[in-house]
């Protein structure tokens, strides 16, 4: 069964951004699918089992920006 969540990052304003923490949280453990409205800085992930805060938040700050409201 898939678990989707989504999160706001901030810091991301162009397409290099968005393959930036695209290819970071699909290295996550689980991860079926990223989806990012840049506009609005919404990244919606797709997992085979829910994904901790934490995880979620390395993988943004891997990729340089940071994760909100989680």
Do not use: W
Not at 16 to 36: D, F, K, M, R, W
């Amino acid at each position: 069964m898939a678990v989707t969540s989504t999160y706001t990052v901030s810091g991301m304003t162009c397409g290099h951004c968005v393959q930036a923490v695209t290819s970071e949280l699909s290295e996550l453990p689980g991860v079926a699918g990223v989806e990012i409205d840049l506009g609005s800085g919404a990244v919606t992930v797709t997992s085979t089992e829910p994904l901790t805060d934490d995880a979620v938040r390395a993988a943004v700050d891997e990729a340089g920006y940071e994760l909100a409201n989680a």
